[in-house]
């Protein structure tokens, strides 16, 4: 597994729970749980890694420290 920060917060609109992983861009998913929606995004990064690593991509390293919000 690996240890990038994760976001998760409920959408009004979608009325679905929102994952996002910010240190890799377009990697989000959603779910009707937060355990769902923390389940499929983990899937989603290791989908991402997989697939960069088959192109030969560059995978960023987690930074290990939380992200500053604005």
Same mark, same amino acid.
């Not at 597994?1 to 979608?14: A, R, V």
């Not at 779910?31 to 929606?37: F, L, N, R, T």
């Given at each position: 597994? *690996?240890? !990038?920060?994760?976001?998760? !917060?409920?959408?009004?609109?979608?009325q679905v %729970?929102? #994952? $996002?992983?910010? $240190?890799?861009?377009?990697? =989000? =998913? &959603?779910?009707? =749980? *937060?355990? #769902? #929606?923390?389940?499929?995004v983990n899937? #989603?990064?290791?989908?991402?890694?997989?697939?960069? /690593? $088959? %192109?030969?991509? &560059?995978?960023?390293?987690?930074?290990?420290? /939380?992200?500053?919000l604005a």
């Open positions: 597994m *690996h240890k !990038y920060e994760i976001i998760i !917060y409920w959408s009004e609109e979608d %729970f929102v #994952a $996002e992983v910010p $240190e890799l861009p377009g990697s =989000s =998913s &959603h779910g009707d =749980s *937060h355990d #769902a #929606a923390l389940e499929n899937e #989603a990064v290791e989908l991402r890694i997989e697939t960069a /690593r $088959e %192109f030969g991509t &560059h995978i960023p390293e987690p930074k290990g420290e /939380r992200l500053m």
